[in-house]
């Protein structure tokens, strides 16, 4: 199959993430996939029905990561297309610091290196999309302390690519994807709240094409991040966060 465009998803082996890969196949875009295990990937990749490489990702190792995505790039002839999807998070009331650690190792240090060498790859290209999973946890503190802060620190480096891009005069979309919906479902167990995973990846999809700066998915979260923002601190903090163990 001839292809049209080449994309890049970082943080591959996830559910969202595989489910977007299908759906940029059937466009007839090659896939260039990071992951931590290249090996639990191969045979997703090899049932794609374009070309797709599964390559290696250091995230906690920035100067590696570096060399990783930038070979990868040299190798490729670049890419129209990033996503990165790379995220940790993590529940315990007891706070330790292992935990902390780890997602601030993946959501804060693994992301912004990966951004910074995508976007200056994008940057010598002349042009590019950068696209982010983050979260609608990103606007306000919440239970999960390292995570909620975390997706700030996304939300608000996208912001700053995207200042700095135009500065630049370089077309480099930069599109920060606010998820919200599973964030809940994670939290509370509610499958109520969950969308079909074909249903978010259509619509973090379309909103790509669309060139957007920041998009809600689903589109009924956009509603749920405005309530969030304008409670009032004393309601906002005695809400209660059920454990998945609690409420077994
Ligand atoms: N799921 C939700 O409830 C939800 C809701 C809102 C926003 N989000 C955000 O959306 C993004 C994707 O979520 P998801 O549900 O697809 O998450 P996921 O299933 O947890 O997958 C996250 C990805 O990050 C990678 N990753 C984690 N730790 C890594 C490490 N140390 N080194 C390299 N890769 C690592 C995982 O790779 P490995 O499998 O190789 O570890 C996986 O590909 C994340 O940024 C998440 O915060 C998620």
């Given amino acids: 199959m001839t292809t049209i465009a080449t994309a890049m998803i970082i943080g591959a082996s996830s559910q ?9 196949a059937a466009q007839n875009v090659k896939l260039l996939l990071f992951v931590q295990d290249p090996d639990t990937l191969a045979e997703f990749a090899h049932s794609l029905p374009v070309p797709a490489v599964v390559l290696p990702l250091a995230i906690s190792e920035p100067q590696k990561l570096n ?9 490729e ?17 007891s706070l330790p610091w292992q935990l902390e650690e780890n997602i601030i190792e993946v959501n804060v240090k693994g992301f912004a290196a990966i951004c910074n060498c995508v976007f200056k790859l994008m940057v010598q290209q002349g042009y590019g999309q950068l696209a982010a999973i983050n979260s609608i946890a990103g606007q306000r503190g919440g239970p999960s302390i ?77 509603i749920v991040a405005w309530i969030n923002r304008i409670l009032p601190e004393f309601i906002y903090n005695t809400r209660h966060w059920k454990t998945k163990s609690k409420k077994n």
């Fill in 16 to 24: 969202l993430s595989k489910e977007l890969a299908r759906q940029l």
């Fill in 67 to 75: 060399e990783q995505i930038s070979q990868a790039w040299r190798s």
């Fill in 77 to 93: 002839n670049g890419a129209h297309l990033v996503i990165v999807n790379t995220g940790l998070n993590g529940y315990d009331a």
């Fill in 146 to 222: 390292a995570y909620h802060a975390s997706k700030a620190f996304a939300e608000n480096y996208f912001q700053g690519l995207s200042m700095h891009a135009q500065r630049l005069k370089v077309p480099i979309t930069i599109s920060d994807i606010q998820l919200g919906l599973l964030d809940k479902a994670a939290m509370q167990q509610n499958r109520f709240l969950l969308s079909p995973l074909e249903k978010v990846a259509k619509q973090i999809l379309t909103a790509l094409k669309q060139g957007k700066r920041r998009v809600y998915v689903t589109r009924r979260w956009r």
